[in-house]
């Protein structure tokens, strides 16, 4: 039997060994922290078997540094021992649904999602603080004594002090939010599929710097473009002079298998470049397309004679064969022009055009204040300054995914991207699905917010999903998901003696009856399991009770897990005969060791293939 970690992935070893696979001879030891022998890297023999001539130290080279740079590779990488709490009271269509709302610091949220979610998202967009000089950013020193930051920041949330005040008068002010940034888009990239594309709002605070982090994490070759969108109609004195219009949406590939959808024609553009119905051509606007090729082209075409309907002779190269020609003209797709003598040229309708490439200059785009208007509607106040229109994230996922794509927004504020992803699914009756997470950032207590009753912005961004699917739903009658689960992190489920079990003889005997909090349920201990294990949280879940003891089952039997103390011969037997993929149980479910060999044993007869894992 394997026991589970009940860690997040630690990417560092991961990395590790990939290297290892690649050159062994560059693997060496070193000691952690607790003294224990580790793999490690001598990055010495690494860099000399990348190199083709000899390397003798550093040098300089083009590249994008700060002072904390390294601390933020360190803290990317590193593993927690948090975990996901189901939240079912704040959740919607629990049984059902196939959208996530997920509460608590998005760089353990990441983590906790590296297995579940590797190489699954489609889609990442996200709205992160700006850095002007009066938001707010994660400050990621967990490690900090509590007083000492408090001291030292001054805010305060539910999760224990992950924000601060970034001013300008800060030392570290743009060190400080390039490692609250790099380090998420560093583990969020993990997250997206091969075709995958992850768009970042930001202004002209951190757009050049911001370019460089994502040149150095997605790769500069990744650069799609640089979006440029009219965010304010009016026009303002915002800063020296300067009428401040605009903001920017980076966006790039994970790889080069990444392509954008035609957006549909403008109806501008149809008005401009297509005729007007005939009775020739009635079937909508037309307009004709040229089928010549021309003799300095290289592939050809094929020669032939065509006589007009006026009768004069054309003599030239063809993009089509003379078959294909024939039968556009019985289909009367063919314009030989006014007089009926011109060249014939292929005649296209509006309504079948694939579209058109999207330019990376955005003015028909809503504003913010279009943004501030969809909230006022939904809650009678705008609450927020400047939330994104859903307008501008519904032309991103028209780009960028197709029916059954996940779409991810780790910096989900007022959840703007979960109302454009309803809206976009109920306009084509899709079935794309979201993943929100955002952290309960406290609201301020003279705010209109909180004096509607809310106390933080998770209270908000669910509420809004709740409301937004509602309207959805009374507007366009769409049959579509419009629930949503909700997760909280929280610490492990396990107390400390399961993470260093060489203490256990300090321990007292109450200590010792469990390594599970007490607070604690067996549908806890079943989403910690899932996480390790690489299941979505989406996935369906049910729990029955054989012989008195409670077995919860995940996706049929890609997963069963019992955490009942002394657990049956005959319960084993029963849950063996499901054929799960894994199976997960205490260690207290086995009164002894030779009840434990007696399981394994049962597997190996009634289920071979089955993966047995204790707690």
Same mark, same amino acid.
């Given at each position: 039997?394997?026991?589970?970690?009940?860690?997040?992935?630690?990417?560092?070893?991961?990395?590790?060994?990939?290297?290892?696979?690649?050159?062994?001879?560059?693997?060496?030891?070193?000691?952690?922290?607790?003294?224990?022998?580790?793999?490690?890297?001598?990055?010495?023999?690494?860099?000399?078997?990348?190199?083709?001539?000899?390397?003798?130290?550093?040098?300089?080279?083009?590249?994008?540094?700060?002072?904390?740079?390294?601390?933020?590779?360190?803290?990317?990488?590193?593993?927690?021992?948090?975990?996901?709490?189901? $939240?079912?009271?704040? #959740? *919607? +269509?629990?049984?059902?649904?196939? =959208? %996530?709302?997920?509460?608590? &610091?998005?760089?353990?949220?990441?983590?906790?999602?590296?297995?579940?979610?590797?190489?699954?998202?489609?889609?990442?967009?996200?709205?992160?603080?700006?850095?002007?000089?009066?938001?707010?950013?994660?400050?990621?020193?967990?490690?900090?004594?509590?007083?000492?930051?408090?001291?030292?920041?001054?805010?305060?949330?539910?999760?224990?002090?992950?924000?601060?005040?970034?001013?300008?008068?800060?030392?570290?002010?743009?060190?400080?939010?390039?490692?609250?940034?790099?380090?998420?888009?560093?583990?969020?990239?993990?997250?997206?599929?091969?075709?995958? $594309?992850?768009?970042? #709002? *930001? +202004?002209?605070?951190?757009?050049? =710097? %911001?370019?460089?982090?994502? &040149?150095?994490?997605?790769?500069?070759?990744?650069?799609?473009?640089?979006?440029?969108?009219?965010?304010?109609?009016?026009?303002?004195?915002?800063?020296?002079?300067?009428?401040?219009?605009?903001?920017?949406?980076?966006?790039?590939?994970?790889?080069?298998?990444?392509?954008?959808?035609?957006?549909?024609?403008?109806?501008?553009?149809?008005?401009?470049?297509?005729?007007?119905?005939?009775?020739?051509?009635?079937?909508?606007?037309?307009?004709?397309?040229?089928?010549?090729?021309?003799?300095?082209?290289?592939?050809?075409?094929?020669?032939?004679?065509? $006589?007009?309907?006026?009768?004069?002779?054309?003599?030239?190269?063809?993009?089509?064969?003379?078959?294909?020609?024939?039968?556009?003209?019985?289909?009367?797709?063919?314009?030989?022009?006014?007089?009926?003598?011109?060249?014939?040229?292929?005649?296209?309708?509006?309504?079948?055009?694939?579209?058109?490439?999207?330019?990376?200059?955005?003015?028909?785009?809503?504003?913010?204040?279009?943004?501030?208007?969809?909230?006022?509607?939904?809650?009678?106040?705008?609450?927020?300054?400047?939330?994104?229109?859903?307008?501008?994230?519904?032309?991103?996922?028209?780009?960028?995914?197709?029916?059954?794509?996940?779409?991810?927004?780790?910096?989900?504020?007022?959840?703007?991207?979960?109302?454009?992803?309803?809206?976009?699914?109920?306009?084509?009756?899709?079935?794309?699905?979201?993943?929100?997470?955002?952290?309960?950032?406290?609201?301020?207590?003279?705010?209109?917010?909180?004096?509607?009753?809310?106390?933080?912005?998770?209270?908000?961004?669910?509420?809004?999903?709740?409301?937004?699917?509602?309207?959805?739903?009374?507007?366009?009658?769409?049959?579509?998901?419009?629930?949503?689960?909700?997760?909280?992190?929280?610490?492990?489920?396990?107390?400390?003696?399961?993470?260093?079990?060489?203490?256990?003889?300090?321990?007292?005997?109450?200590?010792?009856?469990?390594?599970?909090?007490?607070?604690?349920?067996?549908?806890?201990?079943?989403?910690?399991?899932?996480?390790?294990?690489?299941?979505?949280?989406?996935?369906?879940?049910?729990?029955?009770?054989?012989?008195?003891?409670?077995?919860?089952?995940?996706?049929?039997?890609?997963?069963?897990?019992?955490?009942?103390?002394?657990?049956?011969?005959?319960?084993?037997?029963?849950?063996?005969?499901?054929?799960?993929?894994?199976?997960?149980?205490?260690?207290?479910?086995?009164?002894?060791?030779?009840?434990?060999?007696?399981?394994?044993?049962?597997?190996?007869?009634?289920?071979?293939?089955?993966?047995?894992?204790?707690?």
């Amino acid at each position: 039997m394997n026991k589970l970690t009940m860690k997040s992935v630690d990417l560092t070893q991961v990395n590790i060994d990939k290297i290892a696979e690649l050159f062994p001879n560059v693997i060496t030891e070193a000691r952690d922290k607790q003294g224990k022998i580790k793999r490690a890297i001598d990055f010495d023999l690494l860099r000399q078997e990348l190199s083709d001539y000899i390397v003798e130290g550093e040098k300089e080279r083009y590249q994008l540094t700060w002072p904390g740079k390294k601390e933020a590779i360190l803290k990317a990488n590193s593993s927690i021992d948090k975990t996901l709490r189901p $939240v079912k009271e704040d #959740s *919607v +269509d629990w049984d059902t649904t196939q =959208n %996530l709302y997920i509460e608590g &610091d998005n760089l353990e949220v990441l983590k906790l999602l590296q297995e579940s979610y590797l190489n699954k998202i489609k889609c990442i967009y996200i709205d992160p603080p700006y850095n002007t000089g009066k938001d707010f950013i994660y400050k990621d020193d967990f490690k900090e004594p509590m007083d000492e930051y408090l001291e030292e920041s001054g805010q305060l949330d539910e999760v224990g002090n992950r924000l601060f005040q970034n001013t300008e008068s800060n030392g570290r002010f743009h060190s400080d939010w390039l490692s609250m940034i790099y380090t998420r888009l560093k583990i969020a990239r993990n997250l997206l599929k091969d075709d995958g $594309v992850i768009f970042i #709002s *930001v +202004d002209e605070n951190e757009v050049s =710097n %911001l370019k460089k982090v994502c &040149d150095e994490i997605f790769g500069q070759s990744n650069f799609i473009t640089t979006f440029m969108w009219k965010r304010k109609r009016e026009i303002s004195s915002d800063s020296k002079n300067v009428a401040i219009q605009g903001e920017y949406v980076l966006s790039y590939s994970k790889t080069d298998e990444f392509e954008f959808q035609a957006e549909p024609l403008s109806q501008d553009y149809i008005n401009n470049s297509y005729n007007e119905p005939t009775k020739e051509y009635p079937d909508g606007k037309w307009r004709p397309v040229p089928i010549t090729v021309s003799k300095g082209l290289s592939g050809g075409g094929y020669h032939y004679k065509i $006589v007009t309907p006026g009768g004069k002779i054309h003599d030239r190269l063809w993009a089509y064969p003379e078959s294909g020609y024939k039968r556009l003209l019985k289909e009367g797709r063919v314009y030989f022009g006014k007089d009926l003598n011109g060249v014939p040229q292929r005649v296209i309708y509006a309504h079948e055009s694939k579209g058109q490439p999207t330019t990376n200059y955005w003015d028909n785009t809503s504003s913010n204040k279009e943004g501030k208007k969809e909230i006022l509607n939904l809650f009678g106040d705008s609450f927020f300054d400047t939330p994104k229109p859903t307008a501008l994230i519904e032309r991103l996922l028209k780009l960028a995914t197709k029916n059954g794509d996940l779409v991810l927004d780790f910096f989900s504020g007022s959840a703007t991207t979960a109302h454009a992803v309803m809206q976009l699914n109920a306009e084509e009756k899709g079935n794309r699905r979201f993943l929100m997470v955002q952290l309960p950032e406290d609201i301020n207590d003279t705010s209109e917010a909180y004096k509607a009753g809310y106390k933080n912005i998770c209270e908000i961004g669910k509420e809004r999903i709740r409301r937004a699917a509602k309207k959805i739903k009374e507007e366009t009658g769409a049959d579509i998901d419009y629930g949503f689960r909700v997760y909280r992190v929280d610490s492990s489920n396990m107390k400390d003696v399961y993470y260093t079990p060489d203490k256990l003889g300090q321990m007292n005997l109450d200590e010792m009856a469990s390594n599970i909090k007490e607070d604690r349920t067996g549908e806890d201990l079943l989403i910690q399991v899932m996480l390790e294990c690489g299941l979505e949280l989406s996935l369906p879940m049910e729990s029955k009770e054989i012989e008195g003891k409670i077995v919860h089952y995940v996706a049929g039997n890609s997963l069963i897990a019992c955490f009942d103390d002394e657990v049956s011969e005959t319960v084993i037997k029963k849950i063996a005969e499901d054929q799960p993929l894994r199976v997960v149980f205490r260690d207290s479910s086995f009164r002894d060791d030779s009840a434990r060999i007696n399981v394994e044993e049962l597997f190996k007869l009634l289920s071979p293939s089955t993966e047995i894992q204790v707690l």
